[in-house]
């Protein structure tokens, strides 16, 4: 039986997983802090507040695992510090509230080409924070690095509309993957034995993941 801290709840990948946590009965209590409230969700510690960092702070309860599904864009952000507050600063702060309440396992979405080194601001933001979570030295932690994610948003991506017929067709990592099977997986692995203490799985393997599960 396990409590779990989830941020990102309203998100593409958060909402969907939000839903498969209140339906596994291995989780017994949920904490979702959010900016704004949750809608047709009972049985969730919902604390709000435009500041996300002071809505963590309002979780006080035992934790066992963590799930971090924060993301944006650059140009949904508006800017660069905005991003890296969105995509950095409050990831960590998940984390941090984590340990804090004792949590022994981090799972957190980050993205595809994730890396210091990459040219594009976007991977290189996410690489450091994948870098700043494993030095944290979590006794687990999973990164997931998804490509596209389909899924119907609240706010509309117009560049992901339009790519989104191309990565569909192309192979490997870069095809595109429903969030629904980013959730799915990231659930199972959650919940599944595991020895090693950092975990990178790729769409591919989040895709596969997913499709064992719905055997």
Same mark, same amino acid.
């Given at each position: 039986?396990?409590?779990?801290?989830?941020?990102?709840?309203?998100?593409?990948?958060?909402? !969907?997983?939000?839903?498969?946590?209140?339906?596994?009965?291995?989780?017994?209590?949920?904490?979702?802090? $959010?900016?704004?409230?949750?809608?047709?969700?009972?049985?969730?510690?919902?604390?709000?507040?435009?500041?996300?960092?002071?809505?963590?702070?309002?979780?006080?309860?035992?934790?066992?695992?963590?799930?971090?599904?924060?993301? $944006?864009?650059? %140009?949904?952000?508006?800017?660069?510090?905005?991003?890296?507050?969105?995509?950095?600063?409050?990831?960590?702060?998940?984390?941090?509230?984590?340990? @804090?309440?004792?949590? $022994?396992?981090?799972?957190?979405? /980050?993205?595809?080409?994730?890396?210091?080194? /990459?040219?594009?601001?976007?991977?290189?933001?996410?690489?450091?924070?994948?870098?700043?979570?494993?030095?944290? %030295?979590?006794?687990?932690?999973?990164?997931? @690095?998804?490509?596209?994610?389909?899924?119907?948003?609240?706010?509309?991506?117009?560049?992901? /509309?339009?790519?989104?017929?191309?990565?569909?067709?192309?192979?490997?990592?870069?095809?595109?993957?429903?969030?629904?099977?980013?959730?799915?997986?990231?659930? !199972?692995?959650?919940?599944?034995?595991?020895?090693?203490?950092? $975990?990178?799985?790729? /769409?591919?393997?989040?895709?596969?993941?997913?499709? !064992?599960?719905?055997?």
């Amino acid at each position: 039986m396990s409590q779990v801290l989830i941020t990102g709840a309203t998100g593409l990948v958060g909402d !969907r997983l939000l839903r498969m946590l209140i339906q596994e009965p291995r989780i017994t209590g949920i904490a979702a802090p $959010t900016r704004r409230p949750l809608n047709d969700i009972s049985g969730v510690f919902n604390p709000v507040d435009p500041q996300l960092t002071d809505a963590l702070a309002q979780v006080t309860g035992p934790l066992d695992i963590v799930f971090c599904c924060l993301g $944006t864009t650059r %140009r949904e952000a508006g800017t660069k510090e905005a991003f890296i507050h969105a995509d950095y600063t409050l990831v960590i702060d998940t984390a941090l509230t984590g340990q @804090r309440l004792g949590a $022994t396992h981090m799972l957190v979405v /980050s993205a595809m080409g994730a890396s210091t080194a /990459s040219p594009f601001f976007y991977n290189r933001v996410k690489g450091k924070m994948e870098e700043a979570l494993i030095a944290q %030295r979590w006794p687990r932690l999973t990164i997931a @690095r998804p490509s596209m994610l389909l899924g119907d948003r609240e706010k509309h991506r117009i560049n992901e /509309s339009l790519l989104a017929p191309i990565f569909r067709l192309l192979p490997g990592n870069l095809k595109s993957i429903e969030a629904k099977d980013v959730a799915r997986a990231l659930l !199972r692995e959650a919940l599944a034995e595991n020895a090693e203490p950092v $975990t990178i799985l790729s /769409s591919v393997q989040l895709r596969e993941i997913a499709a !064992r599960e719905t055997d």
